[in-house]
């Protein structure tokens, strides 16, 4: 049986969410151009948040790692605890601002998979994120159940209730699909998870596809429609930056935000990583 680094796992995961930021140009989004659609959102923000989660991502490796002769579902309940105080030093470290939230949850669980799985020396992306789905799906199938028949509380709980789409929860519970698809392939095959180009090419196939409840919040399932469409009719002969920076101005001007599609980008470094 292998160990488990959970402190480069950390470094990792701390890394990808510092280079989501620093991606550019990223219509609607915060980004080293503008604030995007975010009028409360910065860089800086941003960086102290993934400086103050680090910690906690290491925490989520070591619960990972601690895991022998259990069932994966054992570790949702202190993955949810340690995930409680990981938010709590996020908001702090933002002003209360949220920043990290929707990829906190992502990645809090990829990390306890990816603990498990290096420990056993049978570390995959298409492994940790499958272990990652084994560990959530029951206790988010029972959370979605219970959602379903209660008043909204949250934007994802309304986006819920109005559209039927369960958002990150339904990535986490199949293994985060999307990234398999769609995110991780540039980031191999582009120069890697360093490269801004690699990065926005994974950004645009996710925005092309994911059911991003963060647009579906706020623009609707034609704010939605309208994102996939811009995606999909960027042209490979043209510059990727210059045609995402012209999409920059009627995103904002339609307080259109891919927050979903950019917390997948994260988990897709993450898993390139692996």
């Keep these: 049986m292998r160990g488990c680094d959970a402190s480069m796992i950390a470094s990792v995961t701390q890394e990808a969410l510092l280079l989501e930021v620093d991606t550019s140009p990223k219509p609607g989004l915060v980004d080293l151009w503008s604030n995007g659609s975010h009028r409360d959102l910065n860089p800086w923000l941003f960086y102290q948040s993934a400086l103050a989660l680090a910690p906690y991502f290491r925490d989520f490796a070591r619960l990972g790692a601690s895991w022998e ?12 605890d340690i995930g409680k105080e990981a938010e709590a030093a996020m908001f702090k ?28 020396g049978i570390a995959s992306a298409e492994t940790v994120c499958m272990l990652a789905s084994r560990i959530a799906s029951k206790s988010l199938a029972e959370e979605l159940c219970l959602l ?26 199949g293994g985060f699909p999307s990234v398999r698809r769609y995110g991780l392939l540039p980031l191999q095959s582009k120069g890697g998870w360093r490269n801004n180009h690699a990065r926005l090419s994974s950004l645009v196939g996710l ?68």
């Design 69 to 80: 002769g259990k069932e994966p579902e054992s570790l949702f309940r202190d993955v949810r």
């Design 93 to 120: 470290a933002s002003g209360g601002v949220n920043t990290h939230k929707g990829a906190l949850f992502s990645l809090g669980i990829l990390d306890t998979a990816w603990g498990y799985a290096q420990r056993q």
């Design 148 to 173: 379903g028949r209660s008043s909204p509380r949250s934007h994802g709980e309304r986006v819920l209730h109005r559209y039927g789409v369960r958002g990150i929860r339904a990535e986490v519970m």
């Design 207 to 274: 925005m092309a596809h994911v059911e991003d409840s963060n647009l579906l919040h706020r623009g609707g399932r034609e704010g939605l429609l309208f994102v996939r469409q811009a995606m999909r009719d960027l042209r490979p002969a043209r510059c990727l930056e210059d045609q995402l920076a012209a999409l920059d101005g009627p995103f904002i001007s339609r307080n259109l935000s891919s927050g979903g599609a950019a917390d997948l980008l994260s988990v897709a470094m993450v898993c390139s990583r692996i």
